[in-house]
T-cell receptor
Framework: EAQVTQNPRYLITVTGKKLTVTCSQN?????MSWYRQDPGLGLRQIYY???????DKGDVPEGYKVSRKEKRNFPLILESPSPNQTSLYFC??????????????FGSGTQLSVL | KQEVTQIPAALSVPEGENLVLNCSFTDSAIYNLQWFRQDPGKGLTSLLLIQSSQREQTSGRLNASLDKSSGRSTLYIAASQPGDSATYLC????????????FGPGTSLSVIP
């Protein structure tokens, strides 16, 4: 089954403790991206990647890192999480990218709470 | 800077009604506009994608239109069903050198049996 898989589904951590949220897709997509969703602010793009070893900032990249060492995986790294990063996170992918008129496929989300 | 808004924020209708959801964007330089559905506790599902050169797209009971000049898109749902209850989001894909996706805040739809 074609899908975007995020792990973990729920995560509770403390301020400053490094964490990684994984994202994997099995559709051979070149484009992957991360979003956070907050009440009243909607979905905002954090980072995106057009291909292996190619990443770029979205609207809210501060406090986040990403890497794209292989096509199928695009982990989101919070090296020193803070409470304002408590949010619902989504990973998405498409074959070439949304600007190539392709639909985005989303994972089920990761609910992160930073205490 | 692109901004996307959606009206109404919430909508409750009886089953069987036809309804229209509205999406507005400030920068007409877009590659395309996409409509998504989000169910509670789940990710987003792509419904329709309208390319910047197109005026509308249809899928089953859904029809989406795009008017770039006025910065508007509408999602028309015919003969609504309780299973249509969800949050509907539109997203404008920026027509710049990079792949920027700007979402609207969404419209929460409840279809009452």
């Amino acid at each position: 089954e074609a899908q975007v898989t995020q792990n973990p589904r729920y995560l509770i951590t403390v301020t400053g403790k490094k964490l990684t949220v994984t994202c994997s897709q099995n559709m051979n997509h070149e484009y992957m991206s991360w979003y956070r969703q907050d009440p009243g602010l909607g979905l905002r793009q954090i980072y995106y990647s057009m291909n292996v070893e190619v990443t770029d900032k979205g609207d809210v990249p501060e406090g986040y890192k990403v890497s794209r060492k292989e096509k199928r995986n695009f982990p989101l790294i919070l090296e020193s999480p803070s409470p304002n990063q408590t949010s619902l996170y989504f990973c998405a992918s498409s074959f070439l990218g949304a600007s190539f008129n392709e639909k985005l496929f989303f994972g089920s989300g990761t609910q992160l709470s930073v205490l | 800077k692109q901004e996307v808004t959606q009206i109404p924020a919430a909508l409750s209708v009886p089953e069987g009604e036809n309804l229209v959801l509205n999406c507005s964007f400030t920068d007409s330089a877009i590659y395309n506009l996409q409509w998504f559905r989000q169910d509670p506790g789940k990710g987003l599902t792509s419904l329709l994608l309208i390319q910047s050169s197109q005026r509308e797209q249809t899928s089953g009971r859904l029809n989406a239109s795009l008017d770039k000049s006025s910065g508007r898109s509408t999602l028309y749902i015919a003969a609504s069903q309780p299973g249509d209850s969800a949050t509907y989001l539109c997203a404008a894909i920026s027509g710049t050198s990079y792949d920027k996706v700007i979402f609207g805040p969404g419209t929460s739809l409840s279809v009452i049996p």
